[in-house]
């Protein structure tokens, strides 16, 4: 590692742990030693302003949780006071890897979900709101920060493959850019209390499938979905056939009688369909490729 880089990195530490600063600034040179800085950098560190490097450590923490507060607004506004302390602990838990907002927020989302593992959140419904934020953003922005574009493919495409197969069995179906949340409060509707400035509304338990995604416009939208519609996308897995996946929901749903079996394939069909239109899954056969466009309506349920 070149001396610059461990430099950078020992200065990194130095601002976001408190008790490595106390250390230091009492004249302790071990930690700076352990980072592998030499005699002369450590010297430097000494007699670096201690004032100064505190407001930059304050500031740093302000840059930080402003990128939390912008990427989970709901999550962080039902904090309310206890967002400043847990902001610090999370500083000095997780010291900053990359600039982008959105991989700064998923990290403050991250480090909460771990906190509630160890401490319930109050109120309870807060766990639910980490986790619809969280989703969110993982389907607004890519796996480098950057936001995508709609999850909608090209329907035409891919009911054209409906049409024309003569027999679907053999199509394979795959999910886009989607998330499907499993809730136990109404997220949406506390959040847009939250928006009119209930800083933490009651809410009753009502649990319930929410399924995102991105429209062409970039927002994200929630369609409430049934647990056997779950069922079929989460069997949309890109490698299994629709006549295979058709056959394994019936089995799973006591379907599979010579007297229901047409129905319920009628049902899986048709939802089939409005999914393609929906643009929350592509259809091929084997390898497929996924095409840009776009698409509107709304999804149909399984039963």
């Not at 319930?208 to 049934?226: E, H």
């Not at 519609?229 to 929901?249: E, H, R």
């Not at 089995?251 to 319920?264: K, N």
């Amino acid at each position: 590692m070149s001396q610059l880089l461990t430099y950078q990195k020992a200065f990194a530490r130095l601002v976001t742990d408190a008790e490595m600063r106390q250390v230091v600034f009492a004249g302790d040179t071990r930690p700076l030693a352990e980072l592998g800085l030499s005699a002369e950098q450590q010297q430097y560190f000494l007699q670096m302003d201690h004032k100064r490097v505190e407001i930059f450590s304050r500031l740093l923490v302000t840059n930080r949780l402003g990128k939390a507060m912008d990427g989970l607004p709901w999550t962080t506004k039902i904090l309310g006071s206890e967002l400043g302390q847990i902001a610090y602990e999370f500083n000095q838990a997780s010291p900053p890897k990359d600039a982008k907002k959105y991989r700064e927020a998923m990290a403050f989302g991250v480090y909460l979900q771990e906190r509630f593992r160890h401490i319930p959140p109050t109120p309870p419904y807060l766990q639910d709101v980490l986790n619809y934020e969280m989703s969110v953003l993982e389907i607004r922005f890519d796996a480098d920060g950057y936001r995508t574009v709609s999850s909608s493919k090209n329907p035409a495409a891919y009911l054209h493959l409906l049409r024309s197969a003569g027999t679907s069995e053999n199509l394979i179906p795959f999910r886009l850019n989607i998330r499907i949340v499993a809730l136990n409060y109404d997220v949406e509707s506390l959040g847009r209390d939250l928006e009119r400035g209930k800083t933490r509304p009651a809410v009753k338990k009502q649990a319930m499938l929410v399924l995102l995604k991105v429209d062409s416009s970039g927002s994200v939208v929630q369609t409430r979905i049934n647990y056997r519609t779950f069922a079929f996308i989460q069997a949309c897995d890109g490698s299994t056939p629709f006549g295979a996946i058709v056959y394994s929901l019936a089995r799973e749903f006591h379907e599979d009688t010579p007297r229901r079996m047409p129905g319920f394939r009628g049902q899986c069909l048709s939802l089939c369909k409005s999914l393609v239109e929906q643009g929350v899954i592509g259809l091929g056969y084997g390898a497929f490729s996924e095409q840009s466009g776009e698409s509107s309506g709304h999804v149909r349920s399984l039963g």
